[in-house]
């Protein structure tokens, strides 16, 4: 994606390293001077910190990095208090990347106190989506981006195996519900396993898939080469891309209902991106 000339996919050799840089540092810059009125730990954020983290550690004189400094210092590195709700680990991967880049404990301390708390007092709740308690565990599929990633680098971070060992539990109990192994896609949550698309096919929303298949190289990059299940992630990884590229629309987007882009027939850029 960084090398410069025409690629396979017919991309304008204007598009290179440089384009992609200038373009990277013009979207952070942008973003955070245009602020949106939500708390700066939702989980809006923590996606838009997921990806300037990346994009920081990528180019060091760039932007990202101290953005996300200044961010995590006024937030004194904190999460929501849904302690047992995914979207409110999101900007954990920003904190924990940022607590191992600056050798700042500080960073990584809350939310390492909130993954503590989920694993030692585990919810026993129904993966069936709008039942008691199902959003203290992984039942819809964003989850899988939202707090996976953050285990996998706690262990990293600490060494402690412990929070891999919960994480695959975890990720494989949700991906055994709502995989759909003919398709090779994820079911947003468990109200649309017998909800049609208008053309009578299965219903995938794209932001859904596109959620699992962002946090899956999250996952992998800190997950240790010889943890015995890396071949299920690596294999999940595989088919979920090759399921998606079948869906794929020809000018690179995907649409809202990956299996009727006619209904709506809209382009859905968040699903596209991720």
Same mark, same amino acid.
């Given at each position: 994606?960084?090398?410069?000339?025409?690629?396979?996919?017919?991309?304008?050799?204007?598009?290179?390293?440089?384009?992609?840089?200038?373009?990277?540092?013009?979207?952070?810059?942008?973003?955070?001077?245009?602020?949106?009125?939500?708390?700066?730990?939702?989980?809006?954020?923590?996606?838009?910190?997921?990806?300037?983290?990346?994009?920081?550690?990528?180019?060091?004189?760039?932007?990202?990095?101290?953005?996300?400094?200044?961010?995590?210092?006024?937030?004194?590195?904190?999460?929501?208090?849904?302690?047992?709700?995914? &979207?409110?680990? %999101?900007?954990?991967?920003?904190?924990?990347?940022?607590?191992?880049?600056?050798?700042?404990? @500080? /960073? #990584?301390? *809350?939310?390492?106190?909130?993954?503590?708390?989920?694993?030692?007092?585990?919810?026993?709740?129904?993966?069936?989506?709008?039942?008691?308690?199902?959003?203290?565990?992984?039942?819809?599929?964003?989850?899988?981006?939202?707090?996976?990633?953050?285990?996998?680098?706690?262990?990293?971070?600490?060494?402690?195996?412990?929070?891999?060992?919960?994480?695959?539990?975890?990720?494989?109990?949700?991906?055994?519900?709502?995989?759909?192994?003919?398709?090779?896609?994820?079911?947003?949550?468990?109200?649309?396993?017998?909800?049609?698309?208008?053309?009578?096919?299965?219903?995938?929303?794209?932001?859904?898939?596109?959620?699992?298949?962002?946090?899956?190289?999250?996952?992998?990059? &800190?997950?240790? %080469?010889?943890?015995?299940?890396?071949?299920?992630?690596?294999?999940?990884?595989?088919?979920? @891309? /090759? #399921?998606? *590229?079948?869906?794929?629309?020809?000018?690179?987007?995907?649409?809202?209902?990956?299996?009727?882009?006619?209904?709506?027939?809209?382009?859905?850029?968040?699903?596209?991106?991720?």
């Amino acid at each position: 994606m960084l090398s410069a000339g025409t690629s396979v996919s017919g991309a304008s050799a204007d598009w290179n390293e440089k384009t992609i840089r200038d373009n990277l540092q013009l979207v952070a810059e942008w973003q955070a001077k245009h602020p949106k009125k939500r708390s700066p730990l939702h989980w809006t954020y923590g996606a838009f910190y997921s990806g300037l983290v990346q994009y920081g550690l990528s180019v060091p004189e760039g932007p990202g990095l101290p953005l996300l400094r200044k961010a995590g210092e006024e937030q004194e590195w904190k999460t929501l208090n849904r302690h047992y709700h995914a &979207d409110d680990h %999101a900007v954990g991967h920003a904190w924990m990347e940022m607590a191992m880049e600056d050798g700042n404990p @500080a /960073a #990584a301390e *809350k939310i390492r106190a909130v993954l503590d708390k989920v694993m030692n007092r585990p919810s026993s709740a129904s993966l069936q989506f709008l039942t008691p308690g199902c959003q203290d565990r992984w039942s819809w599929s964003d989850a899988l981006f939202m707090s996976p990633p953050v285990f996998v680098k706690l262990a990293a971070y600490t060494g402690n195996r412990r929070y891999l060992e919960f994480m695959d539990r975890e990720y494989k109990l949700t991906c055994d519900y709502l995989f759909d192994r003919e398709e090779g896609l994820f079911f947003r949550d468990s109200r649309y396993f017998t909800v049609p698309a208008a053309n009578g096919k299965k219903m995938f929303w794209s932001r859904g898939n596109g959620w699992v298949i962002a946090g899956l190289p999250l996952i992998l990059q &800190d997950m240790p %080469a010889d943890w015995p299940s890396r071949p299920f992630y690596e294999d999940l990884l595989k088919r979920l @891309a /090759a #399921a998606l *590229k079948k869906c794929q629309s020809p000018d690179g987007s995907w649409h809202a209902s990956l299996l009727d882009p006619d209904e709506p027939p809209l382009k859905e850029m968040s699903g596209t991106l991720f």
